[in-house]
């Protein structure tokens, strides 16, 4: 299998290339259950931060970690997850649509109703592992407009395609996107 090294401060990883579509391959960087990567990138991100916000939130799920790791260095003793679906114990859910690059379809995006009466009037840094079309976060962003909280960062640890040209998302490292046979698009 063809791979892809990156390297965020000290730590180096080999991703695997996985086709996506037709005459796509993406490297596939997993945060998840990788503690050593998360708590590096969120050091590096720390200091691309405002100095002063309310909350971290992510997008279910390998930001999660990484919104952790960034609550607790910033001296926030709590971060918010926006879900993919509806879960039984949310009152009062704020849902929209996301079309992303690694899922198929589209999918649900959901903010529990207590969660976002909390976000209300809030600033936060929303967060993700990889920015890529950018679908994820702005659909995450609309949902935060709806809980009528303010968006004061956006950060990922890599940047894929076009969206290293980004200037809105703070990110560490570039992640290309590949064609079939492992060669840089």
Same mark, same amino acid.
């Given at each position: 299998m063809k791979k892809y090294r990156i390297t965020v401060g000290d730590q180096t990883r080999d991703l695997p290339l996985i086709p996506i579509s037709d005459d796509t391959a993406i490297a596939s960087f997993v945060l998840l259950g990788d503690d050593a990567m998360s $708590? /590096?990138?969120?050091?590096?991100?720390? +200091? $691309?931060? +405002? &100095? $002063?916000?309310?909350?971290?939130? /992510?997008?279910? =799920? &390998? @930001? !999660? /970690?990484?919104? %952790?790791? !960034? =609550?607790?260095? =910033? @001296? %926030? +003793? #709590?971060?918010?997850? !926006? #879900? *993919? =679906?509806? *879960?039984g114990y949310m009152e009062n859910p704020l849902t929209t649509a996301v079309d992303s690059i690694t899922t198929k379809g589209q999918q649900l995006l959901v903010l529990d109703g207590a969660d976002a009466a909390e976000l209300k009037g809030k600033s936060v840094v929303l967060v993700d592992d990889v920015v890529s079309t950018g679908g994820s976060l702005k659909s995450a962003e609309k949902l935060l407009n709806l809980a009528g909280c303010q968006i004061v960062a956006k950060a990922a640890i890599l940047a894929e395609g076009a969206a290293a040209d980004r200037d809105d998302v703070a990110f560490l490292g570039k992640l290309p996107l590949f064609n079939l046979d492992g060669t840089i698009k």
């Open positions: $708590k /590096t990138a969120a050091e590096l991100l720390l +200091p $691309k931060l +405002p &100095k $002063k916000f309310d909350y971290v939130v /992510t997008v279910e =799920s &390998k @930001g !999660i /970690t990484l919104a %952790h790791d !960034i =609550s607790l260095l =910033s @001296g %926030h +003793p #709590r971060s918010f997850v !926006i #879900r *993919k =679906s509806v *879960k």
